[in-house]
């Protein structure tokens, strides 16, 4: 499930015996498909680290709530896991799980609709029976062959600092200064591994010329979006969204690449006690989707929303300028908003793509098409304020 507002058990077992998810009152809960077992999870485990271990305890750092329908285009989820040895060692890894298209019959973009997306996963998990393949992979080079893949380290376990007091409800610069400074941290971190995290991950940002071929692609079958209902004018709208795509400013591709949380939907969060300390967070910790810098800053401004736009424009400044101290990478504010922009509008027309393509793995829901008109109105909005030359 992805969010249970409600109360449940303090704790039970989710998908096997091998994976513990702790349930408690507004938290997020995820289904662990239940082939990730713990035989193979060792030898996985085993091969990786050059010796022989067995696994006393394994449990989710993170709960995944967006990326149950794909982590990039290869049908995949990631598990943020934490696991400890018999031997009393213990490791923080990132398993990504894919499986093969002729069984994936859910394969989203994550950006489709996490809540959605995670339910339809979980149950069409339970009725499937699929071979893993017991080894580990070091590169993308043969996706179609690989179903299950873990990653070194490479990302640190936080969670985005809730910018909104819990006293007063309101937003406060003190946050807002937090809230971008964990940003900077977490995006030098990355940045340090671009040329690494870029090997790994050669699909997860291909840029607006494939995007627009893919949105062409999705919008190409006229009877199908006419039974989604997709208007002459919505067709018109995307249309004139792929012209200017392609006709954008050759700075806009100039985009800075790190790596993301993917923390695209707003309600994506949870409460995290540490003794008798609550805090809001995000469920997307090391999920290790690349993306450009400017699209999580439009998601940061968005958790920004209630203060002023001077004030957040002086944070974007403060963000850059501790991102450059971090990385010694120096970026102009002007064309970094500009580029923010392009995101926005980059991030709207690719969810328009993600839901069409997933209407035809799951025609039977309605969510999805609704989805698209909002989208297209949008895109629609963002078409006149996309910054040109």
């Given at each position: 499930m992805a969010a249970n507002k409600g109360r449940c058990e303090d704790s039970r077992v989710v998908g096997n015996d091998l994976i513990r998810v702790a349930c408690a009152e507004d938290q997020a809960f995820v289904y662990v498909p239940p082939r990730l077992d713990r035989p193979y999870l060792e030898d996985v485990l085993s091969a990786w680290l050059g010796r022989r271990v067995g696994i006393r305890r394994c449990r989710t750092t993170n709960l995944c709530a967006l990326v149950w329908g794909g982590v990039s285009h290869s049908g995949a989820t990631v598990l943020r896991l934490a696991v400890e040895f018999e031997d009393g060692d213990s490791l923080d890894v990132a398993a990504k799980i894919l499986c093969p298209d002729s069984v994936n019959l859910f394969k989203l973009d994550r950006r489709f609709s996490g809540r959605l997306a995670e339910v339809a996963w979980a149950e069409w998990w339970g009725r499937q029976e699929v071979r893993w393949a017991p080894k580990v992979y070091a590169t993308r080079a043969d996706v179609a062959a690989r179903e299950f893949w873990i990653l070194q380290e490479y990302f640190p376990q936080v969670g985005w600092p809730e910018t909104v007091s819990a006293d007063s409800k309101c937003f406060t610069r003190d946050r807002g200064l937090s809230l971008m400074s964990h940003a900077a941290d977490v995006h030098a971190h990355s940045r340090?591994?671009?040329?690494?995290?870029?090997?790994?991950?050669?699909?997860?940002?291909?840029?607006?010329?494939?995007?627009?071929?893919?949105?062409?692609?999705?919008?190409?079958?006229?009877?199908?979006?006419?039974?989604?209902?997709?208007?002459?004018?919505?067709?018109?709208?995307?249309?004139?969204?792929?012209?200017?795509?392609?006709?954008?400013?050759?700075?806009?591709?100039?985009?800075?690449?790190?790596?993301?949380?993917?923390?695209?939907?707003?309600?994506?969060?949870?409460?995290?006690?540490?003794?008798?300390?609550?805090?809001?967070?995000?469920?997307?910790?090391?999920?290790?989707?690349l993306a450009p810098m400017e699209a999580e800053i439009y998601v940061l401004l968005w958790r920004l929303k209630d203060g002023a736009e001077a004030e957040k424009a002086d944070l974007v400044r403060f963000y850059l300028d501790e991102y450059a101290a971090r990385t010694g990478r120096t970026?102009?504010?002007?064309?970094?908003?500009?580029?923010?922009?392009?995101?926005?509008?980059?991030?709207?027309?690719?969810?328009?793509?993600?839901c069409v393509k997933g209407l035809r793995w799951v025609p039977g829901v309605t969510g999805p098409r609704d989805y698209i008109h909002v989208c297209v109105e949008l895109c629609e909005r963002l078409l006149p304020q996309l910054p040109g030359d």
């Open positions: 340090a591994r671009i040329g690494e995290l870029a090997a790994l991950f050669p699909d997860d940002w291909p840029g607006l010329t494939f995007l627009a071929a893919d949105v062409a692609e999705a919008m190409a079958d006229a009877s199908f979006l006419a039974g989604l209902g997709v208007s002459d004018h919505e067709r018109a709208v995307i249309d004139r969204c792929l012209q200017a795509v392609e006709r954008r400013p050759g700075w806009v591709d100039e985009w800075e690449l790190v790596c993301v949380t993917a923390d695209i939907a707003p309600d994506n969060v949870g409460v995290r006690r540490v003794g008798t300390v609550e805090e809001v967070v995000t469920f997307d910790w090391g999920t290790a989707s970026i102009a504010h002007d064309r970094f908003m500009a580029r923010v922009v392009w995101a926005q509008f980059v991030q709207h027309l690719g969810r328009i793509a993600g």
